[in-house]
């Protein structure tokens, strides 16, 4: 019996993910601030540890764009030798999580959360790598690094080596927007490897003056964190950090996982173990202080896309990743760095979803409005920060959304009023409800009947009562209320309020 029955299958697409995986694992790994053999790492990591456990068979796993801020961030706030222990608790909470099966929870994330998240880091990788393009020094902040792009042109224009670099990087763009109208037997090669090779000759070729990767050798770049380095787990904004890292590189990574499910008929997610995967990763990965990994949408598909069966395909493209940086570690050094600033500027692009965007103002125009909020939070404050801003807008949404309720007068001219309410009554639409009881006439007796609520929380009960006792001293007889608890025509007010047939609705408002 054949115990590979796909080997062919997994061993070809392994080959695709590697030469997709490659430049991407280098450019994150430069975009985030830390040599390039991290990145390389990482993916070596993501293939082999993740690639081996169980969760999801054919999702492929390595350094991310979409933390490509939030890394870049703690690293220039904390430091390189940081980065190893706030990845390493960051997988020892994905480890715990999985175990506590809290995986399949992230699925109840808003999806637009999510695509703003994305969008927002899109946006800023873009501002951040347009500096890096040109060979400039990015700001700091998002807000600085889009407001500063025009000074920045300004400056490029003025000098021949950020435009001979702005010209390799707008080079590289291109060959990345155009390689999928080629033939597909001309797409082989991916596009990204391809626009980052020709870029390297054209920079050899013509001896352009431009910056290249820093190469320290792989050992050279692995530093494995010290007693000083995990002592900073005492300051809060670390453990901040760590919490960012977790809750961002989980989500990302089952909202990948999600995707990648509907890309074939294969076993389907098993999230928990996938988000244990994970943890496993990131675990190893502090431990060799490298960077972050999630679940990569770009390298799953191009999984899937090549044929892969089974999780043979992204073991190997760890394996090759490995020989790579410990056979080849002096390619890194022709990589021009405008040419990795091209790829991450067209996937940051990809991250904004301009369909989507559309599609929901004309469907659903809160979920758009909380989408443009997170990316929007995400560019102005920090990644953090924007998500859980996010996070707040939907649940005020939700509730906003299920606290619909519907007060009904009827008025006969004469005899008791009729109020009947029927919904949700919470305190969001409390102002309302009590705006129109308070309008109904003084001098007048009145029966509410709440047998149609599904939910009275306490302030609208407590309002409710309150505005009852003072209609009832104005004169009239006490107002009669229908306990919501009570069946329809159960209670004294709501067969008052059933027996008479209605003459006339005095006003049919939605609270």
Same mark, same amino acid.
């Given at each position: ?19 997709? !995986? ?19 790492? *990482? +993916? ?5 540890? *993740? ?44 480890? !715990?999580?999985? &175990? ?50 025009? +000074? ?11 435009? &001979? ?15 999928? $109208?080629?033939?597909?037997? =001309? ?46 787990? @005492? ?70 896309? &090549?044929?892969?069966?089974? $999780? ?37 692009? $990809? ?47 939700? @509730?906003?959304? *299920? ?15 009729? =109020? ?18 308070? @309008? ?25 009562? &309150? ?14 209320? *229908? ?20 003459? $006339? ?5 939605? @609270?």
């Amino acid at each position: 019996m054949n115990r590979f029955p796909f080997l062919r299958q997994d061993f070809t697409a392994s080959l695709v993910v590697f030469l997709v !995986a490659l430049p991407l694992c280098v450019g994150v790994a430069v975009a985030s601030g830390v040599p390039a053999e991290l990145g390389l790492v *990482t +993916g070596i990591v993501g293939g082999i540890v *993740t690639g081996l456990m169980r969760g999801s068979s054919l999702q492929v796993s390595g350094p991310a764009a979409g933390l490509t801020v939030l890394v870049f961030e703690a690293v220039s706030e904390f430091g390189l030798s940081v980065l190893g222990v706030i990845v390493l608790a960051t997988g020892l909470i994905q480890l !715990a999580m999985g &175990a506590l099966r809290l995986g399949r929870w992230f699925r109840a994330i808003s999806v637009s959360v999510v695509e703003g998240m994305l969008a927002g880091i899109g946006l800023v990788i873009i501002a951040g790598q347009l500096y890096a393009a040109a060979g400039l020094k990015a700001p700091a902040s998002g807000t600085d690094k889009i407001l500063g792009l025009p +000074g920045a042109a300004a400056d490029a224009f003025g000098s021949t080596g950020a435009l &001979a670099s702005l010209a390799v990087g707008a080079g590289t763009i291109a060959v990345l927007v155009l390689w999928k $109208k080629l033939p597909k037997k =001309a797409r082989t090669v991916p596009g990204a490897l391809a626009a980052v090779l020709l870029a390297t000759v054209v920079t050899q070729a013509f001896g352009l003056p431009v910056a290249s990767v820093e190469v320290n050798g792989l050992l050279g770049s692995v530093q494995l964190p010290g007693a000083e380095a995990f002592g900073a787990l @005492a300051d809060p904004a670390v453990i901040g950090t760590i919490i960012a890292f977790a809750l961002i590189a989980s989500a990302e990574s089952l909202f990948s996982a999600a995707a990648v499910d509907r890309l074939h008929d294969g076993p389907r997610t098993r999230y928990d173990q996938e988000l244990m995967a994970q943890g496993a990763g990131n675990t190893v990965c502090g431990v060799l202080g490298a960077l972050p990994m999630t679940a990569v949408i770009v390298r799953s598909s191009a999984n899937v896309a &090549a044929g892969a069966r089974t $999780k043979a395909s992204r073991v190997l493209h760890g394996v090759w990743l490995l020989l790579f940086a410990a056979l080849l570690p002096g390619a890194l050094a022709l990589i021009p760095l405008p040419a990795l600033a091209g790829v991450l500027v067209h996937a940051g692009w $990809k991250l904004i979803p301009f369909r989507g965007v559309v599609s929901l103002w004309r469907g659903h125009r809160g979920e758009a409005l909380i989408l443009v909020v997170t990316a929007a939070a995400i560019v102005t404050v920090n990644m953090f920060e924007g998500v859980l801003i996010g996070l707040a807008l939907s649940v005020v949404k939700t @509730a906003w959304e *299920t606290s619909h309720i519907k007060l009904e007068v009827i008025d006969k001219g004469a005899g008791p009023i009729q =109020a009947y309410l029927s919904g949700n009554a919470t305190f969001l639409r409390l102002p309302k409800i009590l705006d129109s009881l308070e @309008a109904l006439p003084q001098d007048r007796p009145v029966v509410v009947d709440l047998s149609g609520l599904h939910h009275l929380d306490h302030a609208c009960r407590t309002a409710l009562e &309150a505005w009852a006792e003072r209609h009832s001293v104005a004169g009239t007889e006490p107002v009669k209320v *229908t306990d919501p608890t009570k069946a329809a025509g159960s209670g004294e007010a709501a067969g008052a309020g059933k027996e008479q047939e209605p003459v $006339k609705a005095a006003s049919n408002e939605s @609270a």
